[in-house]
């Protein structure tokens, strides 16, 4: 089993609407969550981060986190085409120094 | 804001040569890492380093080696490139253990 999965899209969203991104993790214990934007031949952006349970909204970008099911999520709210990018999710394992990536999940957002 | 900055945007290497890119960082982080991402492969820890002159081996290390000799800069080494190191690097730094890691622009490598 993968320590972080996510849907690999591609997820095609019409413009305005909400696009909803799921990551699920393997390890219990996990601390902390991140949410990265990165497009095409670029390298990854941070948006969010996230440690306890519940919703953090930022902007347009709501992350939600259960530990108890083990997820994390990203709502993106009033999508616009310049949110079309690879989404990255990232756990933090305990008693780790890094960082495990999903593979990305790829979004469209279509005018 | 974070400024994490990678020495070259593209570079490329023949067959067998020593290569360095080189990281650095002016936010005083302690933690600094060096990625590999490919199509298909997603991104790939190969070094890290968590203090000056401290070094892990990530999930990758053959054939890549690492110096950290001053707190903002981290610097990664192919000792002999090969064609299937040609790749994107990326180069990240953070705060400390539960801090979010920024990434430097990357460097896509291709060796001939």
């Known amino acids: 089993q993968k320590e972080v999965e996510q849907n690999s899209g591609p997820l095609s969203v019409p413009e305005g609407a909400i696009a909803s991104l799921n990551c699920t993790y393997s390890?219990?214990?996990?601390?902390?969550f991140f949410w990265y934007r990165q497009y095409s031949g670029k390298s990854p952006e941070l948006i969010m981060f996230?440690?306890?349970?519940g919703d953090k909204e930022d902007g347009r970008f709501t992350a939600q986190l259960n530990k108890a099911s083990q997820y994390v999520s990203l709502l993106i709210r009033d999508s616009q085409p310049s949110d079309s990018a690879t989404y990255l999710c990232?756990?933090?394992?305990?008693?780790?120094?890094?960082?495990?990536f999903g593979a990305g999940t790829t979004v469209t957002v279509r005018a | 804001d974070v400024k994490v900055t990678q020495s070259s945007r593209y570079l490329v290497k023949r067959t067998g040569e020593k290569v360095f890119l080189e990281c650095v960082q002016d936010?005083?982080?302690?933690?600094m890492f060096w990625y590999r991402q490919d199509p298909g492969l997603g991104l790939r820890l190969i070094y890290f380093?968590?203090?000056?002159?401290?070094?892990e081996k990530g999930d990758i290390p053959e054939g890549y080696s690492v110096s950290r000799e001053k707190k903002e800069r981290f610097s990664l080494i192919l000792e002999s490139a090969s064609t299937n190191q040609t790749s994107m690097y990326l180069c990240?730094?953070?705060?400390?253990?539960?801090?979010?890691?920024?990434f430097g622009n990357g460097t896509r490598l291709t060796v001939t």
């Open positions: 936010m005083d982080h302690e933690n």
């Open positions: 990232a756990v933090k394992l305990p008693n780790d120094y890094k960082l495990s």
């Open positions: 996230i440690y306890s349970n």
């Open positions: 380093s968590y203090d000056v002159k401290m070094k």
């Open positions: 990240a730094s953070r705060k400390d253990g539960n801090s979010p890691l920024h």
């Open positions: 390890d219990r214990g996990s601390q902390s």
